[in-house]
């Protein structure tokens, strides 16, 4: 058998739909099925002899393999079904593997177990025992229909679609039993080729290159739990088991798995499925619907002997299309010794989007010019912002536990939502003091309106108030202790010192609004 390695690397924007329909809310996948690379070869179908026909594209002996996202010389995987992590956390806080789990050995949340939440979506990297996220990026157009009589756009052909952005680069591969048929596949598959939905409106173009990668593979290493052993299969791809009498089947036999004398333990395996129904371009119709077990399900499979599979190979049907691939014990799904199902793996955030600087246009003498440029300068503002906010919460966010707090951010931002500039967010938040008659009542007037601050006479018939909203009244012990009141303090001059091409623009009242909204939300949140 011979394995050929390629990447493919998106030209233009790809759309791989989730669903085959054409109406209603579209998502597109995160991966390029299998399918799309058997689809390339197959466009020369009557170039290859009747003999070569039957083994590349119908007796499952060549397998075209999903492309999943690249990151550094690796190919990522699809999160496994049985990484679970604490509710109100991140997953890269803790994890825990979920037939190395036990509830009942579980007090760490004061005594009780923790609630647990899956995980469902994502690639990650796998390498010296760390999983890092490659983010997929997507984008949505809408667009619509040309009617070339009237020279305008159709009525009632409007689209939407949600396409994977151009310059993403993915990792795949094609396993070839006969190794005589390896150049001519090769030499289909190479070059820019097209992919996906709507290839005529500007979406689907790709180059596909050979490439050498890494990605986990099985090992021979079982799992004990309680005194079983234990087979992990992972399924790096779909899979689409038929029973007895032909008809899809979400229940496969250890041995449908390649685990024979097995006995699949439905406790402890976690798996999800799917159902769509594939188009024949070359029949121009619709094939037999596919059901089967989504990528990143995992079965524990209980055996009686030490030995099992140490291959990654293909199960089930549709191989050829990329269905089927598994991969047997990974490392990342073992646990921690002496811990209660923690990952051996150490699973990382998605780091924070750096503030990426666009140079700024100088010449602004057309419309079109000065269109940009406002755009340019709104869009770094905003990162700005939320760069900005970001630092805050996270350094800060556990000051602020409580929904107290959260009604204070709430009124925070009313506050700041009524400002124009710094020197107004620093009245109404920090430094207000009012002159007032000696016998008045001081109260806080909810009609927002700048006035001239006081200053202190020794007339003993006047007296001195400070209105601000975080210097008098309930609000002014709390935020006092803790440094709460001196961080915003300190984060805001930081906002305002802000400059947009050597020029200062004063962006604090905005700033304010976003880190009251996102404080008011961390604030309600449970610990």
Not at 29 to 49: E, H, K, M, R
Not at 288 to 301: A, M, N
Not at 310 to 324: A, D
Not at 332 to 345: I, P, R, V, W
């Amino acid at each position: 058998m011979k394995t050929l390695q390629f990447k493919c690397t998106l030209k233009s924007d790809v759309i791989l739909n989730i669903k085959a329909a054409t109406e209603g809310s579209q998502e597109s996948l995160d991966f390029i099925p299998g399918n799309n690379f058997l689809g390339i070869v197959a466009s020369s179908y009557n170039t290859f002899s009747v003999e070569e026909q039957m083994e590349i594209f119908h007796s499952g002996r060549v397998r075209f393999g999903d492309a999943h996202p690249a990151s550094n010389g690796t190919r990522t995987l699809r999160i496994p079904a049985s990484i679970y992590y604490p509710k109100m956390k991140k997953v890269s806080e803790k994890a825990y593997i979920h037939h190395l789990y036990s509830r009942e050995r579980d007090n760490e949340q004061d005594g009780n177990p923790q609630q647990l939440k899956q995980c469902r979506t994502g690639f990650y990297a796998f390498t010296d025992n760390e999983a890092r996220p490659v983010a997929v990026d997507k984008s949505f157009a809408i667009k619509s229909a040309y009617d070339s009589d009237l020279l305008r756009s159709e009525d009632a052909k409007m689209y939407g679609y949600e396409s994977i952005n151009a310059g993403t680069e993915f990792f795949f591969e094609v396993e070839i039993d006969n190794e005589k048929l390896a150049g001519k596949i090769k030499e289909k598959l190479e070059g820019i080729r097209h992919i996906g939905r709507s290839r005529t409106a500007q979406y689907g173009l790709v180059e596909i290159t050979p490439d050498t990668f890494s990605q986990p593979s099985s090992t021979s290493s079982t799992t004990t739990i309680d005194g079983k052993q234990y087979v992990c299969v992972y399924a790096d791809s779909r899979l689409i088991f038929l029973d007895e009498n032909g008809q899809p089947t979400f229940r496969p036999k250890a041995s449908d798995l390649g685990v024979e004398g097995g006995r699949i333990d439905w406790e402890k395996t976690q798996i999800r499925t799917f159902q769509y129904s594939p188009w024949n371009f070359k029949r121009q119709n619709r094939d037999t619907d596919r059901c089967g077990i989504e990528k990143g399900s995992v079965f524990v499979v209980e055996i009686k002997s030490v030995s099992s599979p140490m291959t990654s190979t293909y199960k089930g049907s549709y191989k050829n299309e990329g269905f089927g691939h598994v991969i047997y014990n990974p490392d990342f799904l073992k646990g921690k010794a002496n811990t209660n199902g923690e990952t051996l793996y150490s699973f990382k955030g998605r780091e924070q989007t750096k503030l990426t600087r666009l140079l700024p246009i100088r010449n602004i003498s057309t419309r079109l010019l000065r269109y940009i440029h406002t755009q340019q300068k709104e869009k770094h503002i905003e990162q700005f912002i939320f760069m900005k906010v970001n630092e805050f919460v996270k350094i800060n966010e556990k000051k602020f536990n409580g929904s107290a707090f959260a009604s204070q951010w709430g009124k925070i931002r009313s506050i700041a939502m009524r400002c124009n500039n710094y020197d107004e967010i620093q009245l109404m938040l920090f430094s207000n003091e009012k002159k007032y008659e000696r016998n008045a009542t001081v109260t806080n007037d909810s009609t927002f309106k700048i006035k001239d601050i006081a200053y202190v006479t020794n007339d003993s018939t006047f007296k001195i108030k400070d209105i601000a909203y975080l210097s008098h009244g309930v609000a002014q012990n709390k935020w006092a202790s803790g440094g709460r009141k001196d961080s915003l303090k300190k984060w805001i001059e930081e906002v305002y010192a802000y400059k947009y091409d050597g020029e200062p623009v004063d962006i604090v009242a905005t700033a304010v609004v976003n880190l009251a909204s996102e404080m008011a939300k961390k604030s309600n949140e449970k610990k």
